[in-house]
């Protein structure tokens, strides 16, 4: 199972729900199967979550359940689980392109300006061979 770590300049709406019934991940499950994040507060493992980022896509929603929750440097850093194999791929495309983004904003601040279309084939060129598959 493997979990990508989320760009903290392209802040996550997270919101808890009602507790949502997902199916069980076994431990074996190979690929991508989430995001990790910091936040300010706390969060109960198993706990339903739902998920928007208005900076890439302003109608993406989707809900996870929390993995787990580690205290780090006066905040918490969670993993949020996609346990539903649809909302797991959209999940892992739009973290491409978060990623994506958030490489073009470093160029940025490095004096590069790059569009997002060059920034996307830096990107790919990079890291996309290193970015987790989705195994369903």
């Not at 802040?11 to 729900?17: A, G, H, Q, R």
């Not at 507060?41 to 996870?64: H, M």
Request: proline fraction near 4%; aromatic fraction near 12%; hydrophobic fraction near 40%.
């Amino acid at each position: 199972m493997e979990f990508v770590a989320h760009p903290r300049d392209l802040p996550l709406e997270i919101s808890v729900i009602d507790d949502q019934a997902f199916p069980a991940l076994s431990s074996d499950r190979m690929g991508f199967v989430g995001i990790t994040c910091l936040v300010t507060e706390k969060y109960s493992q198993g706990c339903s979550v739902r998920i928007t980022l208005a900076d890439i896509d302003p109608n993406f929603c989707v809900t996870g359940r929390i993995a787990w929750c580690d205290a780090e440097q006066g905040e918490y850093r969670i993993a949020i689980e996609f346990p539903v194999n649809d909302d797991c791929f959209c999940v892992r495309m739009i973290e491409q392109l978060s990623q994506i983004e958030h490489y073009r904003r470093q160029a940025k601040t490095q004096g590069r300006r790059l569009n997002y279309n060059d920034a996307a084939a830096e990107w790919i060129q990079k890291f996309a061979a290193s970015f987790p598959a989705f195994l369903a």
